[in-house]
């Protein structure tokens, strides 16, 4: 029996810096295997949509430019990805691979954290042709 | 000693009696947080947020609850903290001299600072909320309990010193061995009765939070909540100086008077983390089985050595 | 004051309330200081997870079961793999089983290390709170550091898992492990010994062997009265035919004996965590399932760091569930608190309340829908029909 059990703690707490992490003034780095922002690779993808087909919150969206020359560009969305990393697992291409960025999903506005990968002259079509059926601000990239 | 005097206006209104004590009663605040936050190897708050809190606290609508009586509501915390600002008048803020003196402040100061706990008390028996009322009856539950040992601890050295004039008291435990060492009982149970009083942890059980919200205090949420606030904290002050007169070798000097406080802050702190919230039964039973047993065989002690001591010495 | 009709003093803890993270309602029935009645009522975070479930295909099903439960997440999506995987079929290999129980350890880890912090912040000693809180960072990091997430892992897929345990992994496990092994030691001794802290756990909340069992309680709740019942080796599951555990078990039945029993069981945890990374089988991670699961029934029964959960799940062939039932152990353990908190002190309730590691979201389930209006009582094969 003893009282206050904990005194050697508290004790070598006092001259040992706070467990805190400061941290949106020190970043400490992510582990390499985090899974972070997904990342696509156009030219590997066959339009199989096995990724679009098994994300469990409605991430991603494959949109076909041209189905003959195998033309796809991705809509990503990063506050709707739960990061589950389902997608990767079922591309039989390697196409898709989570990455270590891009943890940081805070924002002061409602645009959606919005990603387009693919060709970049079908990404600008995409878009344009967006805004002009829409006339919602696109999205932010980042 | 000679400490210095201030102006009795000046004294009422900014040191020792008015912005002086409530600046004080902030940083000591502050410095306990942060104690506490070190101890348990966390950041802790920054200077500015024991101020920054009443200034939000102030700003806050007060709500008074339905079937409370409104004047009381009101008019409890303001009794409360002036009270405990009367309170400081007597005592030796700072190291200067008190700024009022008479035979036997000793005894009204401790009941101006017992005032505030009353306050509380009545309080949350006047805001008819089922936390409230449960948080009035424990504050005067333990009030009780440790009132009379935290009492016996701060006569001791008045008895030693056949005085019961603060400022005397202060000359004389200057003169002396520190009575930290000569009365090493009487010393605990008075940092621990002003641990109980402020409702520090392990004390904690009139406000405790994972069982009535906040006690007494649950329906207080402006102006009230903020002066409670102001008046526990000026109260730690004052208990801290009384302490440091009587038992650490009186206040000579501001920087005397620092120091002293501020060690026994520490100490304050680390008791403060190191136990669990003590149930309100056994709060009672501690205070009554050995508190106030230990008090009473200090008091003994000191009789003794007051009058058999010279005769002792006499023998020889 | 309010009172009730037989003049009883009542202290509702709850729907919100500090001592509780999550919304459930508490009623304790006092005279003076003394508890003489309680009850509980739940219901407040029913998110129709079990509903939802049937909109989905399988594999979205698993990452919705994975968020019933924000701590043990991990457990609840390997139940639900564990049942797709018997309806179609498929053996799983060996080292994706052996990983998926290394993970649902270190969850398990994680979950008692946030047990031992909240019951210490309900007692009040909110030192022990920071420090165990400190140290299941640690233990939190790792499984970000395997699985590349804090809470909803997502190990699994169905037919097996995602990733492998690399060498560099196994050191930053091994080395978590022992630091948190000396720091599990050192509040084992704090729990145990201290006096203000014992004052509050010896002796309350005490429920004997034979109340334990008709109350059917589950987990180290029901362990702590004495009850030798761990699902993990009553009827192993995954991989821990490869890797047997332990049971611990504790006579006292009180609060201070499910304090054992929970560190206890992080030690047991620590020694398995440790020989399956030694012990790691070889094989494949994962194995093809079907994406149409074929007719049938399964349930599955695993061991949440709170005790025994149970899944229940339907298939008609298709691509989507057609029934999941879930029970988790908070449910089971309710009655524990209903019955053992009379008699204490109202001081001691927040800590009774604790001591079962109550999860209120994860066991708010429907069963039936009671209209209020009309009183119509429907049930799960009326609301299909509309």
Known sequence: MTIGAMIGDIFKSLFKKPATEQY??????????????????????????????????????????????????????????????????????KCLDMSDEMWELASTTKQPFEVFYGREEDVAALLEKRSTECPEPPANPS | MNNLTVPPLLALLVFPGGLFLLASGLVYEFVDRKLIARFQNRQGPRWFQPLADVVKLLAKEEITPSG????????????????????????????????????????????????????????????????????????????F?????????????????????????NTYASGQWWMIITQPIGFLIAMVGLMGKLELPPFDAPEAETEIV????????????????????????????????????????????????????????????????????????????????LGLVQLLAILVGRFAGPWITGLF | MEKTSDGKFIVPIGAQHPALKEPGHFEFAVEGEIVVGASVRLGYVHRGIEKGCENRNWIQAMYLTERVCGICSHIHATAFALATEKLAGVEVPARAQAIRVLISELERIHSHMLWLGVAAHEGGFDTLFMYSWRDRETVMDLLEAVTGNRVNYSANVIGGVK?????????????????????????????????????????IGTMPYDDAIRLGAAGPTLRASGVARDVRTDSPYAGYKLFPVNIITDTAGDLDARFIVRIKELFESYRLVREILDNLPEGELSIRVPRRIPA??????????????????????????SRVKIRTPSLLNWASITNFAPGHKLADMPMILAGIDPCFSCNDRMITVRDVRTGQVSNLEDLKIR
């Not at chain 1, 922002?37 to 156009?42: C, I, M, N, P, V």
């Not at chain 3, 492998?164 to 492990?177: A, F, M, N, R, Y």
């Open chain 2, 68 to 143: 409370a009586s409104r004047g009381l509501f009101i008019i409890l915390p303001v009794i409360a903290l002036t009270a405990a600002l009367t309170a400081a008048l007597y005592v030796p803020l700072a190291g200067f001299a008190p700024s009022f003196s008479f035979r036997g402040d000793v005894v009204v100061t401790l009941y101006l600072l017992s005032a505030m706990t009353l306050c509380l008390g009545l309080a949350g028996a006047n805001t008819a909320d089922r936390f409230s009322l449960i948080g009035a009856t424990r504050t005067l539950t333990q009030l």
């Open chain 1, 24 to 93: 949106p003034f020190v970043k400490t780095a992510a582990p390499i295997e985090l899974r972070g922002k997904l990342t696509y690779d156009a030219s590997k993808c066959t339009g199989c949509m096995m990724c679009m087909r098994d994300c469990p919150s409605d991430a991603i969206e494959i949109i076909t430019i041209d189905k003959a020359s195998k033309r796809f560009v991705m809509r990503y969305d990063m506050a709707k990805c739960t990061y589950c990393a389902q997608c990767v697992v079922n591309c039989k291409f």
């Open chain 3, 163 to 203: 990733f492998d345990i690399s060498p560099e992994q196994k050191e930053t496990i091994l080395k978590g492990i022992e630091f948190l092994e000396e720091r599990s030691q050192h509040y084992m001794e704090v729990v145990t010994t201290d006096e203000t802290f014992t004052g509050r756990t010896r002796g």
């Open chain 3, 296 to 321: 049938g029934e399964a349930i599955q029964r695993v061991e949440a760091p709170r005790g025994e959960l149970f899944y229940f799940v339907q298939s008609e062939g298709g691509e989507n569930p």
């Open chain 2, 214 to 293: 906040a006690g007494a205090l649950t329906e207080y949420s402006g102006r009230g909540f903020a002066l409670f606030r102001l008046g526990k904290d000026v109260e730690l002050v004052i208990g801290l100086t009384l302490i440091a007169a009587f038992y650490m070798g009186g206040l000579a000097n501001p920087l005397d008077f620092l120091w002293k406080t501020l060690v026994l802050l520490l100490v304050a702190a680390g008791l403060q983390s190191l136990f669990a919230r003590l149930r309100i039964d056994q709060t009672v039973g501690m205070w009554w089985r050995i508190g106030a047993l």
């Open chain 2, 145 to 169: 309990s440790y009132e009379a040992p935290f009492l016996l601890a701060l006569l001791g050295p008045a008895i030693a010193a056949g005085s019961w004039q603060i400022s005397e008291i």
